[in-house]
């Protein structure tokens, strides 16, 4: 069993900064891809950003450029770099390990984006 633990979340103005982070309860990143995912209210979850075991990574469209996902493995955590955020990136924002047939989910935490 894994458990995930997400941080970092909060009341943030357009355009500022926020860093999530995610720490998982064992050293898991040599056979997970991490992910962060989405989700707003009356929306679906989406994927935002993920980090396979290599560390090789992916971004969402709307994010690319945005935001930045990055792993420190003697610390087991994972985290999402949040720059020049917009109203948009409004959600509550959950941590993800996945490897194919086994997959944990942290809590979520929640960012708003609001003046």
């Known amino acids: 069993q894994v458990q995930l633990v997400e941080s970092g979340g909060g009341l943030v103005q357009p355009g500022g900064s926020l860093r999530l982070s995610c720490a998982a309860s064992?050293?898991?990143?040599?056979?997970?891809?991490m992910g962060w995912y989405r989700q707003a209210p009356g929306k679906q979850r989406e994927l935002v950003a993920r980090?396979?075991?290599?560390?090789?990574?992916n971004y969402a469209d709307s994010v690319l450029g945005r935001f930045t996902i990055s792993r420190d493995n003697a610390k087991n955590t994972v985290y999402l770099q949040m720059n020049s955020l917009k109203p948009e990136d409004t959600a509550v924002y959950y941590c993800?390990?996945?490897?194919?047939?086994?997959?944990?989910w942290g809590q979520g935490t929640q960012v708003t984006v609001s003046s």
């Open positions: 993800k390990a996945d490897r194919g047939f086994q997959t944990y």
């Open positions: 064992k050293n898991i990143f040599t056979l997970y891809v």
């Open positions: 980090i396979t075991s290599g560390g090789n990574t």
